[in-house]
Nanobody, 127 residues
């Protein structure tokens, strides 16, 4: 069981930046691919970014490509989401999640491939 705690959300003006962190309480963090998802009011949760166990492979949703960067520090059991050039449409609750199958080689962008969700952190971008 992986327990995840997100932090770093807040209110920012359009064009600004935020860095989200997700701390995992598990001894073997490096065996899990990790993902970031978001859910805006009245919308379904959607994929944002994912990263492989080593950090060598990353995937991004088209809506955030070129503006967001996912990274991880396995020594600190933490995954990050650097968000630049934020837009009002980025407003959402952001969740991190761990792959439901540790040691899986492939990195999934499918929400169903993940469990062990964090509680979420609110990001609000004002225009």
């Amino acid at each position: 069981q992986v327990q995840l705690v997100e932090s770093g959300g807040g209110l920012v003006q359009a064009g600004g930046s935020l860095r989200l962190s997700c701390a995992a309480s598990v001894r073997t963090f490096s065996i899990y691919a990790m993902g970031w998802f978001r859910q805006a009011p009245g919308k379904e949760r959607e994929f944002v970014a994912a990263i492989s166990r080593s950090g060598a492979t990353t995937y991004y949703a088209d809506a955030v490509k070129g503006r967001f960067t996912i990274s991880r520090d396995n020594a600190k059991n933490t995954v990050y989401l650097q968000m630049n050039s934020l837009k009002p449409e980025d407003t959402a609750v952001y969740y991190c999640a761990a792959d439901r199958f540790p040691r899986r080689v492939a990195v999934s962008t499918d929400e169903g491939a993940y469990d062990n969700w964090g509680q979420g952190t609110q990001v609000t971008v004002s225009s």
